[in-house]
């Protein structure tokens, strides 16, 4: 490719910045000598450098800033980095240490990145929107900012999650960064401490009505559609009525899709799948017990009950073995507190407001925490799991750590060693008598890059629950006996983007038996889907 830029403005765009990589051709025509040092460093030579000024930084918030700088001024190169090694480097660019980045966004914020939409530019989106400097977008990543993670309305401070997570659809899923859009839509926050913030980034109202909201995110829609023809929109981290009923309405009509309900409830469902190649049986003969009836805990119960049908049960047998526990109990069905997307689950039983004793009733074979509270599996909850099962699952995937429902070494400590264990934020390897457990973790980044890069590559025009299913059968089909023996029940973050492609096959095979796809099929699916793979490789400019 060339360029047009030259001297200090190409060193300033970091699509294209090499640093010191630009070759003596390149430094002689594009108006670089004197700009950069003499030496010619190879990309080995940068990452070892980064690696370097990364071990100088004694927190993990110290190195999320220096790599957010890093992403800022030479991309390609931020990517090397992180490709060279994602399981070191995932946890820092997003869970668990983007948590608290958004906590302190407006604290640590050196370079404006990503794309603020302010609810007060109602009427206007369109042209706002025709701001940003690329016209081929492929993936928007939209949050709210009202719920993030498990920390609650973090309003404007919430751009750190878009910007993270296409980091990953890149990292781990081969999406090319520059076809890529990090929203933050505007509306302000109900959060009282970030409104007194001297240093907060966002507008300074607090929230609108759901009918304002609602207005303002289809003027939204209704604008990429027109800007950025072809585009996807994930929705992150809303508040779970607004994620449930904004799903409800978009899904259909053009191709996005949510994470938190859609993503989290693939990445579930290949944990059960990968940890009944442990306890043995089928999907459909598990009783599940979810903590949080939320968005999360309803999109997994919706994708388990459609993965069960597929195997043979109706779909009221399937919901017949979910069970949900909120703020106010188990969900049952004299409840009248409970909103039309929970109904479905509200089976008949006593109430209870004690998820161990729910779970004594119940019976069941596999708890998924989605509820954010730190802790509720206790000691009590964890034995009693144990004592109905020879091998209980056991999920706390709640984000972030603080957040998680119980530790690693909580959960095969208490069943002696038994329990098949996932989390959703990383736990260390933990060690029980002559045994050591290497705890897996259910992030979604097992799935959304996959999805990502099947979308992007057939250019489909819808993503559906099928192609979430096969998503989870494919992340859970590569986990080997090894990884088993140790207790592992997701392939390793080691090789995660040669597992995202493999998925990504998968979906793809989904879009086209779905003729959802708006490319020919190929006669080398594989070879098609490796082609556009983004590989952060340096490019001549001249």
Not at 511 to 516: E, N
Request: glycine share 8%; charged share 20%.
């Amino acid at each position: 490719m060339t360029t047009k830029l030259r001297g200090v403005a190409l060193l300033r765009d970091p699509h294209l910045n090499k640093s010191t990589a630009f070759t003596e051709a390149e430094r002689e025509a594009l108006g670089l000598v004197g700009l950069v040092p003499d030496g010619l460093d190879s990309e080995e030579v940068q990452i070892q450098r980064v690696l370097q000024q990364l071990a100088y930084k004694p927190t993990d918030m110290e190195k999320y800033i220096y790599l957010s700088a890093l992403q800022d001024t030479d991309e390609t190169l931020f990517y090397a980095v992180l490709m060279s090694d994602p399981a070191r480097f995932l946890p820092l660019v997003y869970t668990p240490t983007v948590g608290d980045a958004c906590l302190h966004f407006g604290h640590i914020v050196r370079r404006p990145r990503g794309f603020y939409l302010s609810i007060r530019q109602r009427g206007r989106v369109r042209e706002v929107l025709r701001n940003w400097p690329e016209r081929d977008v492929r993936f928007i990543v939209v949050t709210s900012g009202q719920r993030i993670l498990g920390l609650g309305d973090l309003g404007a401070n919430g751009m750190g999650i878009p910007i993270g997570k296409l980091a990953l659809y890149t990292a781990c899923g081969g999406v090319p960064p520059d076809l890529t859009m990090p929203v933050l839509i505007d509306a302000g926050t109900n959060n009282e401490g970030l409104l007194r913030d001297p240093l907060y980034l966002g507008i300074r109202r607090t929230r609108p009505t759901h009918a304002e909201l609602d207005e303002f995110v289809e003027e939204f829609v209704t604008a990429v559609q027109e800007v950025f023809p072809g585009c996807c929109v994930q929705f992150e981290d809303w508040a779970g009525d607004d994620a449930v009923r904004l799903l409800a309405r978009y899904r259909d009509r053009f191709c996005c899709f949510n994470d938190d309900i859609q993503g989290t409830a693939a990445v579930a469902l290949a944990g059960v799948l990968g940890a009944l190649r442990i306890t043995g049986g089928r999907l459909s003969e598990q009783t599940f017990a979810l903590l949080g009836a939320g968005a999360a805990g309803i999109g997994i119960a919706n994708l388990l009950t459609e993965a069960m049908a597929l195997e043979g049960l109706s779909a009221e047998q399937a919901r017949a073995r979910i069970w949900l526990f909120d703020v106010c109990g188990l969900i049952e069905s004299t409840r009248n507190d409970i909103a039309d997307y929970q109904r479905p689950y509200a089976h008949q039983h006593p109430p209870s407001n004690d998820f161990a004793a729910a779970i004594e009733s119940i019976r069941p074979t596999v708890i998924i925490g989605v509820s954010t509270v730190a802790k509720a599996f206790n000691q009590r909850v964890i034995e009693t799991m144990a004592r109905l099962n020879r091998r209980p699952i056991i999920f706390p995937y709640s984000n972030p750590t603080s957040r998680s429902e119980c530790s690693a070494e909580e959960a095969y400590r208490w069943s002696e060693g038994r329990a098949v264990f996932a989390s959703g934020s990383p736990f260390p390897p933990v060690r029980l008598g002559d045994r050591t457990f290497v705890p897996g973790q259910g992030n979604n980044v097992y799935i959304f890059p996959a999805i990502g890069q099947a979308v992007y590559a057939t250019r489909a025009r819808l993503v559906t629950d099928e192609m979430f299913i096969a998503a989870a059968r494919a992340v859970a089909e590569q986990v080997t006996q090894a990884d088993l023996d140790v207790g592992l029940i997701y392939p390793p973050q080691s090789e995660i983007l040669k597992t995202q492609i493999h998925a990504a096959r998968r979906v793809a095979d989904v879009i086209f038996a779905r003729s959802l796809a708006g490319v020919a099929h190929p006669a080398d699916l594989d070879a098609f889907i490796n082609a556009q793979v983004y590989k952060p490789d340096y490019r001549s400019l001249i």
